[in-house]
């Protein structure tokens, strides 16, 4: 085989091989996407209680998917005036709260949300 023949063979084996990666590529990129995350399953520890309002918020507290009270409020408050969220201020870290930190902010509320953060 003559040097010109080897070389277009080569240049159509790397040039499936690009095509090869950039298939693979595609179809990872767009199962991730079809991969919604959902809430995950959690204890509320405010089920019956009634909202509250972040007048008494503990700044050096963090909040958790589950809690309830002024620092989950405060939260609520600055997802809606930081980041144009439209939750319903209660106190209440539920589903709702979770899908906002994670989406807007990209913190885990899994960790822990340290209200400082926020400011």
């Known amino acids: 085989m003559d040097k010109k023949k080897m070389a277009l063979l080569i240049l159509a084996g790397l040039a499936i091989g690009v095509a090869v990666?950039?298939?693979?590529?595609?179809?990872y990129v767009r199962k991730q996407d079809e991969e919604q995350e959902t809430c995950p399953e959690f204890t509320a520890l405010y089920t019956g209680k009634p909202a509250v309002s972040s007048e008494d918020a503990d700044m050096s507290k963090k909040v958790y998917l589950g809690d309830y009270g002024p620092e989950v409020a405060y939260l609520q408050e600055r997802l809606n005036s930081q980041y144009g969220a439209?939750?319903?201020?209660d106190g209440k870290f539920g589903c709702d709260t979770w899908e906002a930190?994670?989406?807007?902010?990209g913190l885990d509320s899994l960790t822990g949300i340290d209200l400082n953060d926020l400011k």
């Open 21 to 27: 990666l950039i298939y693979l590529n595609r179809r």
């Open 86 to 89: 439209s939750l319903t201020v």
């Open 101 to 105: 930190v994670k989406s807007l902010t």
